[in-house]
């Protein structure tokens, strides 16, 4: 069974930063992609960003140039750098990996990031 777990949330100032980590334990295949989630309350389960096992990523425009993802394949471990972070960036974080191409199918329990102004 593979477990996806989250790290790094909190509470930071408009302006701050974080880094979320989600690492994977588990019987778990090198993953296709890496992803991040947002779900802020009321609202649906957004896209942020993903990596691909190439280390293409890929950005929501909402973070473009303030987020950065990155990826240790050897550690089954993704990274969310977040910058110049604003009160609208409060959600709770997900990460996500789709394992063999067809959708993510592990999915963490969630990291709570409130920004305040």
């Known amino acids: 069974q593979v477990q996806l777990v989250e790290s790094g949330g909190g509470l930071v100032q408009a302006g701050g930063s974080l880094r979320l980590s989600c690492a994977a334990s588990?019987?778990?295949?090198?993953?296709?992609?890496m992803g991040w989630f947002r779900q802020a309350p009321g609202k649906e389960r957004d896209f942020v960003a993903a990596?691909?096992?190439?280390?293409?990523?890929y950005y929501a425009d909402s973070v473009k140039g303030r987020f950065t993802i990155s990826r240790d394949n050897a550690k089954n471990t993704v990274y969310l750098r977040m910058n110049s972070l604003k009160p609208e960036d409060t959600a709770v974080y997900y990460c996500?990996?789709?394992?063999?191409?067809?959708?993510?199918?592990?999915w963490g329990q969630g990291t709570q990031v409130t920004v305040s102004s």
């Open positions: 996500a990996f789709d394992r063999y191409g067809m959708g993510y199918d592990c």
């Open positions: 588990g019987r778990i295949v090198s993953s296709n992609a």
């Open positions: 990596i691909n096992r190439g280390g293409s990523t």
